[in-house]
């Protein structure tokens, strides 16, 4: 089974730098999707940023950012400019590529504080 | 309007009630969602449903149950609450198929419904 780590469960910003959040998960699969999903206070989840394995770009949205590394099998978002609505729960999520494939798999969560 | 929309937003039952949790959505997918969110847990399926006539167990079923009325409709029960149900409801919606067209697989959420059971 899939499996996603997120090892920092709380994290800080000062307001204009920049926070990267780990996210590291396990699988045996070749293909598949990560995604950044983002929840604040009004617990909405938005995605912020998704990956496709097969594509070795980094994917770039704005001022989010991803590195990564499969062969790591790493997936790290990076904010730059960090700005007070940044401040949220991010969650890290697998799932498998195909159509068969259903379930995205989450981390636990990192919650991020901006500092003003 | 919201293009998955969840009611209750907020309840506040008794332990042993019956509770229902609806889900309706505009985006035309086939495949529907119900995860719980606890703190420090992250979100955890519950159910799933590829079509009106396909429903599937997540890894947490045991007390949950659903129904999936039309395709746009999928409601979540609770058929005697306890309090170790308390927590963040969220329907979802995808693809049906995220490798085709562009897709990605991504989930498209609804804004939680949030439970507490006494």
């Known amino acids: 089974a899939q499996t996603v780590t997120q090892s920092q469960p709380e994290m800080s910003v000062q307001e204009a730098e920049t926070v990267t959040l780990s996210c590291t998960y396990d699988t045996s699969e070749s293909d598949y999707y990560l995604f950044w999903y983002k929840q604040p206070p009004s617990r909405q989840m938005i995605l912020v940023i998704r990956?496709?394995?097969?594509?070795?770009q980094n994917a770039t949205e704005n001022r989010f950012s991803v590195n990564f590394q499969k062969a790591a099998k790493s997936f790290s978002l990076k904010i730059s400019d960090s700005q007070l609505g940044d401040a949220a729960m991010y969650f890290c999520a697998y799932r498998t590529a195909g159509a068969g494939s259903y379930q995205l798999t989450f981390g636990k969560g990192t919650k991020l504080s901006v500092i003003p | 309007d919201a293009d998955v929309t969840q009611t209750p937003r907020n309840r506040i039952t008794k332990t042993g009630k019956r509770i229902m949790l609806e889900c309706s959505q505009t985006k035309g997918h086939d495949r529907m969602y119900w995860y719980r969110q606890d703190p420090g847990l992250g979100l955890r399926l519950i159910y799933y449903?590829?079509?009106?006539?396909?429903?599937n167990k997540g890894e947490i079923s045991d007390g949950y149950s659903v129904s999936r009325q039309a395709q746009a409709k999928f409601s979540l029960s609770l058929e005697s609450a306890i309090p170790n149900q308390t927590a963040l409801y969220f329907c979802?919606?995808?693809?049906?198929?995220?490798?085709?067209?562009?897709?990605?697989?991504?989930?498209?959420f609804g804004e939680g419904s949030r439970l507490t059971v006494l």
């Open positions: 979802a919606t995808s693809e049906i198929n995220p490798g085709l067209a562009g897709g990605t697989g991504e989930l498209f």
């Open positions: 990956q496709e394995a097969y594509k070795q």
């Open positions: 449903s590829f079509d009106v006539k396909d429903i």
